[in-house]
């Protein structure tokens, strides 16, 4: 967690300088590291917000509970990962422990659904067919990302920035 609060420092100028830290710090560890930056937002429809940036071709996900006032949706892969196997599930749960041992949130961490998550598929079987639709397993850390919990809505953008990533694009 770095020292930066988004809502304060919403400027074009403070992402730059932020990401830039970022870029400093995969340079620092020598491999690249999950971005995540989290800001509580007026209420939003997670599925509306879902309809506006679907790209049929990107992996995306919609869940509700509407008894519990529940929704979230997130669309592209910031990072993405299969197995197959038996252990498909250890190998899933030590390369989510990587990628958190190095990754930086921001934000009002503590709401609902704030920072990095991650979200799984997974077949009964520990082997698919090669043909088949979906991996055996497969999580992934959406690039965009909107939950709403009761009239709480958190938006989170991640990314991940390596060593030599061009920051003021990516900004």
Same mark, same amino acid.
């Given at each position: 967690?770095?020292?930066?609060?988004?809502?304060?420092? *919403?400027?074009?100028?403070?992402?730059?300088?932020?990401?830039?830290?970022?870029?400093?710090?995969?340079? #620092?560890?020598?491999?690249?590291?999950?971005? @995540?930056?989290?800001?509580?937002?007026? %209420?939003?429809?997670?599925? *509306?917000?879902?309809? @506006?940036?679907?790209?049929?071709? %990107?992996?995306? &996900?919609?869940?509700?509970?509407?008894?519990?006032?529940?929704?979230?949706?997130?669309?592209?892969?910031?990072?993405?990962?299969?197995?197959?196997?038996?252990?498909?599930?250890? %190998?899933?749960?030590?390369?989510?422990?990587?990628?958190?041992?190095?990754?930086?949130?921001?934000?009002?961490?503590?709401? /609902? &659904?704030?920072?990095?998550?991650?979200?799984?598929?997974?077949?009964?079987?520990?082997?698919?067919? #090669?043909? /088949?639709?979906?991996?055996?397993?497969?999580?992934?850390?959406?690039?965009?990302?909107?939950?709403?919990?009761?009239?709480?809505?958190? /938006?989170?953008?991640?990314?991940?920035?390596?060593?030599?990533?061009?920051?003021?694009?990516?900004?």
């Amino acid at each position: 967690i770095l020292p930066v609060n988004p809502t304060e420092n *919403a400027s074009p100028e403070s992402l730059r300088g932020f990401l830039d830290q970022c870029r400093t710090r995969a340079r #620092e560890a020598g491999r690249p590291r999950l971005v @995540s930056i989290s800001l509580a937002v007026d %209420q939003l429809d997670p599925l *509306a917000v879902l309809e @506006s940036i679907f790209e049929a071709d %990107q992996l995306h &996900f919609y869940a509700e509970r509407p008894a519990q006032g529940f929704a979230v949706a997130g669309a592209e892969a910031a990072l993405e990962f299969t197995a197959t196997g038996p252990d498909r599930f250890r %190998q899933a749960r030590e390369r989510i422990a990587s990628v958190l041992a190095d990754a930086i949130a921001v934000g009002p961490l503590a709401e /609902a &659904f704030a920072g990095p998550h991650f979200f799984f598929a997974n077949a009964f079987a520990p082997t698919v067919p #090669e043909a /088949a639709p979906f991996p055996a397993l497969r999580w992934f850390v959406p690039r965009w990302q909107v939950a709403r919990l009761g009239d709480g809505t958190v /938006a989170v953008a991640n990314l991940v920035i390596t060593p030599d990533a061009p920051v003021d694009l990516m900004a």
